[in-house]
């Protein structure tokens, strides 16, 4: 198969390309500077210039593969409401220029479906109000295409995609121990956030894109949820510093912008992706990480 794949050179999308040459298929990667350009040169990939923010550029490379993994996303909080509108421009670009077609198009999205008192499953519908409007409204338009012939498939990542280079959201604790000299959590630390190794998150993309079905929801989730104490604990250990609870008062100060997401508990499970997709999670888990060479 001959796929398009956008954040090529990104983080998750690095290790697709990987799995994807391994099972045979062509990639064109999006590349949006000369270095990105050079890098995907240089893995051996094809190269096709342009932006996320370039709709009629994205929509023209999709029509010309057999199916799109769309992986960027811009990734500045402060520019996080632009993002969310440019991300949605670029999915309804790329799901007009294959409707009709039955090809693939498969979308990464965030775990916006929270559901107090259980785990959020593949069968609830992104939020898509106030600040989970952001992922949620690309997503729907996403599963709104298998409607017009397009094969549409939702990954929904974890905060906490992880390997030793990049942990999501849990590089942010980590920064915070390491600047304060202090590895906190706030209140009794039991909320719990999901969370995925990026190789076995880069092998459900590929799985999606082979055998996914049209409107389906995949959760990218190894550990339904780690508490945020655990992940404190495992960081102060690592890094040799005390281990603290905060009062939801002081997080701003301690956290920065991470601290809207230190009390959100958002545990999630993936038992309906890994019985449809026959994914088994099968790398090191987050705590294992970090008390591995995550904090080296």
Not at 36 to 65: F, K, M, Q, Y
Not at 216 to 225: C, D, F, K, N, T
Request: one cysteine or more.
């Amino acid at each position: 198969m001959h796929v398009f794949l956008t954040g090529a050179t990104g983080f998750i999308g690095s290790i697709i390309i990987e799995e994807l040459r391994a099972a045979g298929h062509q990639v064109t990667g999006l590349a949006r500077s000369d270095d990105a350009a050079a890098t995907l040169a240089n893995w051996g990939v094809e190269v096709r210039r342009g932006d996320v923010a370039e709709p009629a550029g994205l929509a023209e490379a999709a029509s010309a593969s057999d199916g799109v993994i769309h992986c960027a996303f811009g990734h500045d909080f402060a520019k996080y409401l632009e993002a969310g509108e440019t991300d949605l421009r670029a999915v309804s670009a790329m799901a007009e220029a294959l409707a009709g077609t039955g090809k693939p198009l498969i979308v990464t999205s965030g775990l916006t479906a929270v559901t107090p008192g259980r785990a959020s499953t593949e069968a609830d519908a992104a939020q898509t109000e106030g600040m989970t409007l952001v992922r949620g409204r690309p997503e729907v338009a996403a599963l709104d295409a298998s409607e017009r012939n397009v094969r549409s498939v939702v990954v929904r990542l974890p905060p906490s995609v992880h390997d030793r280079q990049q942990q999501g959201l849990v590089s942010m604790l980590i920064e915070a121990a390491r600047r304060t000299g202090v590895s906190a959590y706030v209140g009794d630390g039991g909320n719990r956030w999901p969370a995925v190794h990026r190789r076995d998150a880069a092998r459900l993309f590929c799985l999606a894109l082979e055998r996914g079905q049209p409107g389906q929801r995949l959760h990218a989730v190894a550990e339904e949820g780690v508490t945020q104490r655990s992940i404190a604990e495992a960081i102060g250990e690592g890094l040799g510093v005390p281990v603290r609870s905060l009062d939801p008062n002081a997080a701003g100060d301690h956290f920065g912008w991470v601290a809207m997401a230190m009390s959100n508990d958002m545990p999630a499970s993936s038992a309906v992706t890994q019985q449809s997709l026959g994914w088994r999670p099968t790398q090191a888990g987050l705590l294992e990480g970090l008390a591995g060479d995550y904090l080296a």
